[in-house]
């Protein structure tokens, strides 16, 4: 593990975002043991569906990276301490990369291993289910945490950016533009769950071709690093 | 191989940057060879634009930076020859300080991490509070630290933005000897300072800023005669000004004496050690009683403007 790496985990795991990652992370799994103590007709297989597209996919996962990505370059630069990475002899890839694997760390793995306790807890077995969740869940965390990344780099008010792409683009148009979902992480993420594991998601609306979710997720990680990189290199830092 | 061999190790030519149509570097030109350079001027002058572009921090708006003959800007290889000190004290507080110099030294591919760290600390003689957390430091711990982060690598080439401020007088005699021994080990040192007393007998030069241009260039010596030559102005306040004005007139050092309407006498002189002399002696003479005598443009800034005017 790279200096960077370890920087930005002590970082980040040290912040108190990374209690309110706990505790959004923690929602999922206790919403699947009020199911089972609730007794509820709908099926398990239903509700763990709608779970993880509803309660996972559109808010705890955009919610959780969105806290995690932007702080990895965000809290650099509010407290001016970015000058002390970009005056290395590294590439500025080797500064972006090792930030954006933190952020997927802190924030993608609790939100992956969430969404799969969730599924395991709520169906009571069906592990196949769960693990495609998590890495479709996973997958998702990567695509958010490279817009999110480049976004607390690229601005001051990443926060902002981000709550707009994820509460207004995504899920407030979306529910009239139906060409969104070629735009969006979160059916990018749904798209590969269902690819992984094609009993999972049935009730979803015009899903996404498992080819184009897992085309578009690998585009957004690939061009917003590359972003992410180009702006390190053309910022004034502060 | 050869061109690089030949350049000064930073040259600026006609480098000026703005933020939003102010103004803040204008058109300076200056080389910097191993040594202590200063550069000195009031705050706000431009001095921290100067060496954050130097540093390739930000793109200078015109001009050109070329350190060990490369380009600063962009060229992320070059760090591992440069140190720079910013003039915030921000630091990973939470970390510990020898936590901060191991990273740094990381950074840097350093060979033996733990004992460039060592030594870098030693240097700046902060062993003792080496494994507390950055955030129970003091401001001149913290300025002592960031040194010591910085020349972990021991770059050839040292950028400094106001290295002594925040330390006590002690610790700022410490640094001066520190930054005066790695410029004797070849190093080119360039560090910013507002204090000119502060930059005596550490710096071999020094590039005097004022308002985002460049001002006037010299040792110190030649700097500071400049600045005992330029002409004083003082306020004397005393029982008979009128009497006293005829009487200051015929001193050598002074050139004008005005009478303002409440009858406060302004005496401009070029000699302040000759006028502090005589004018006592005048007053005795004539029988005037001095109430007051108080300098008027003693400011830093007025000393900065009379020497960038010169």
């Not at chain 1, 997927?104 to 609790?110: D, F, R």
Request: hydrophobic share 50%; aromatic share 6%; proline share 5%.
């Amino acid at each position: 593990m790279g200096p960077v790496f370890t920087l930005t985990l002590r970082q980040l795991a040290g912040s108190r975002r990374a209690w309110l990652v706990l505790g959004l992370c923690g929602l999922p799994p206790l919403t699947g043991v009020l199911f089972h103590v609730a007794h509820s007709t709908t099926t398990p297989a239903k509700f763990a569906d709608d779970v993880t597209a509803t309660l996972v996919a559109s808010a705890i996962l955009p919610l959780v990276v969105l806290l995690v990505a932007t702080a990895a370059f965000g809290n650099e630069v509010g407290d001016r301490t970015l000058v002390y990475l970009f005056m290395k002899p590294l590439a500025r890839w080797r500064i972006v990369a090792p930030k954006l694997a933190a952020a997927l760390v802190v924030g993608g793995i609790p939100v992956a291993v969430s969404g799969l306790v969730a599924v395991l807890v709520i169906e009571q077995g069906n592990p196949g289910g769960a693990v495609a969740t998590g890495i479709g869940l996973f997958v998702g965390a990567a695509a958010y945490a490279a817009v999110f990344v480049w976004a607390g780099l690229a601005t001051r008010h990443a926060l902002v950016f981000g709550l707009v792409y994820v509460f207004v683009w995504e899920a407030a148009l979306a529910a009239y533009l139906d060409g969104i979902r070629f735009l969006s992480i979160r059916r990018y993420a749904l798209g590969v769950i269902s690819a992984l594991d094609d009993e999972r998601l049935r009730s979803l609306d015009h899903p996404l071709a498992s080819g184009t979710a897992f085309v578009g997720a690998g585009l957004v990680i690939v061009v917003f690093t590359v972003l992410a990189v180009r702006k390190l290199v053309r910022i004034d830092v502060p | 191989m050869s061109d690089t061999a030949a350049a000064p190790t930073i040259a600026v030519e006609g480098v000026s940057r703005w933020f939003s149509g102010v103004v803040a570097v204008s058109d300076v030109s200056l080389v910097v060879e191993p040594g202590v350079t200063a550069l000195l001027g009031p705050n706000g002058a431009g001095k921290t634009t100067l060496l954050r572009t130097v540093a390739g921090l930000i793109a200078p708006s015109e001009g050109t930076v070329r350190v060990f003959g490369e380009p600063a800007r962009g060229n992320p290889a070059l760090y591992g020859r440069i140190g720079y000190m910013p003039e915030h004290e921000s630091v990973y507080d939470f970390l510990t300080g020898r936590q901060f110099v191991e990273w740094s030294a990381r950074m840097q591919h350093v060979a033996d991490v733990g004992a460039a760290s060592r030594r870098a600390i030693e240097t700046v003689d902060l062993v003792e509070a080496q494994d507390r957390s950055l955030r129970g430091y003091s401001r001149g711990m913290r300025q002592r630290l960031r040194l010591a982060a910085t020349l972990v690598h021991d770059p050839p080439l040292l950028l400094l933005d106001e290295p002594l401020s925040g330390t006590d007088p002690a610790q700022r005699l410490h640094l001066r000897d520190v930054i005066r021994a790695l410029a004797a080990a070849g190093r080119t040192i360039l560090v910013s300072s507002h204090i000119l007393e502060e930059v005596e007998g550490l710096a071999d030069r020094i590039h005097l800023m004022v308002s985002g241009k460049l001002a006037a260039s010299g040792d110190y010596r030649a700097i500071r005669k400049q600045l005992n030559d330029r002409p004083f102005l003082v306020r004397v306040d005393s029982s008979g000004p009128r009497v006293l004005a005829a009487g200051l007139l015929e001193v050598d050092a002074v050139e004008s004496v005005e009478i303002d309407a409440a009858g406060h006498l302004r005496v401009r002189s070029k000699d302040v050690a000759s006028l502090q002399v005589a004018l006592p002696a005048v007053a005795q003479r004539l029988g005037v009683r001095l109430l007051r005598v108080e300098p008027l443009d003693d400011s830093l800034e007025s000393v900065f403007e009379y020497l960038a005017r010169g």
